[in-house]
């Protein structure tokens, strides 16, 4: 296995891990209801969303950098040129 395999499959992983961390998420906005004055104005953190949301931003700087490591295509092989003649 080569390292640009092996950071594809991080990359995919962490895609997955991130999709499923966001669908975890608990809905912070009131939708319509804050259109009426029915949003809380106080709420309180739990320690289980704090550790959520750390999880989540780290899958997603981990993300968004394999992305632009992998497409920038700084990993790849150099391709010898062909010689003269």
Known sequence: MTL???LKIV???SAIG???LVL???PKG???GALGGQAQLFT???SAE?????ATWTLTVLFIGLTVILSAGWLAVP???PPAG
């Open 4 to 6: 640009v395999s092996i």
């Open 11 to 13: 990359w995919a992983v």
């Open 18 to 20: 991130l999709t499923i």
């Open 24 to 26: 975890l998420h608990s």
């Open 30 to 32: 009131d939708g319509l």
């Open 44 to 46: 309180s953190t739990k």
């Open 50 to 54: 704090v550790a959520l949301n750390r």
């Open 79 to 81: 391709v010898a040129a």
